[in-house]
């Protein structure tokens, strides 16, 4: 048995994110509830306190006001949800969260695009696709790795799903999902084709942190 996981460990493509066992000590003990290898999937839970979900969420709606609503909605219908991105890390909450997705992710935030947080209303939803950009979009700078962050608990609809490996997350409040596509063996990049299912009840909210090879900022 002990030579079978042996074997498996060596084929395996190297991953960013280096955290073993149950737990990832940041400023909060934040626990990985559940794990796919490879791809590599983890749900992570009590990655965000209440405060801070609702503190982003706040941050994002005084951003849809300042920018007049509408003007930042992209008509787009793959993603039917209301986006923005948060650049204000002056904001101490958002300095703590992003001090803590570094250590999560293992990768500097100055790699990151800045927080997108997205709001979905009853039967708004994102399509399947890839975080990454194809090579046909000749992108020199691409995405490597994405966390996605649940800010509210969702009534009913909105899991995150993986078709491809018949995964799906339910929205649960201060947890997210991570997941990575740097590999060499591009099948498993393929792999981590994923959406936002449309919410059915309520309402969603969630905060993507995309990373990309090189800084951008
Ligand atoms: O809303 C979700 O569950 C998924 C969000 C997502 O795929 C993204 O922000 O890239
Ligand atoms: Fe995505």
């Known amino acids: 048995m002990k030579r079978c996981s042996k074997l498996i460990a060596e084929n395996r493509e190297q991953t960013i994110f280096n955290h073993v066992g149950k737990k990832i000590q940041t400023d909060r003990e934040i626990e990985i509830v559940a794990k796919i290898e490879e791809p590599l999937i983890v749900v992570l839970g009590n990655v965000l ?5 609702e503190e982003l969420i706040r941050l994002a709606t005084d951003k849809v006001k300042r920018s007049k609503i509408g003007t930042t909605r992209e008509e787009n219908e793959l993603r039917t949800s209301s986006s923005m991105f948060i650049e204000e890390s002056e904001n101490a909450i958002v300095s703590r969260v992003e ?11 100055e790699h990151g695009e800045g927080l997108q947080i997205l709001r979905y209303t009853p039967d708004q939803e994102y399509r399947a696709h890839h975080d ?17 962050m649940y800010l509210n608990d969702v ?19 201060g947890m997210a999902v991570y997941f990575e596509y740097f590999y060499n063996d591009a099948s498993l990049n393929d792999l981590t084709l ?8 309520g309402e969603k ?3 993507t942190q995309w990373m990309r090879k090189q800084r951008v900022r």
Not at 49 to 53: A, V
Not at 132 to 148: E, M, Q, W, Y
Not at 155 to 173: A, D, I, M, S
Not at 194 to 201: Q, T
């Open 194 to 201: 994923h959406g936002g299912a449309p919410v059915e009840i």
């Open 99 to 109: 001090k803590r997705i570094e250590a999560v992710m293992n990768i500097p935030i």
């Open 205 to 207: 909210w969630v905060a």
């Open 49 to 53: 306190s209440d405060e801070e979900c």
């Open 132 to 148: 990454f950009f194809s090579a046909k979009s000749h992108v020199t700078n691409n995405r490597i790795s994405t966390l996605v």
């Open 155 to 173: 009534e009913q609809g909105g899991e995150t799903f993986f078709p491809h490996l018949n995964l799906t997350v339910t929205p649960r409040k």
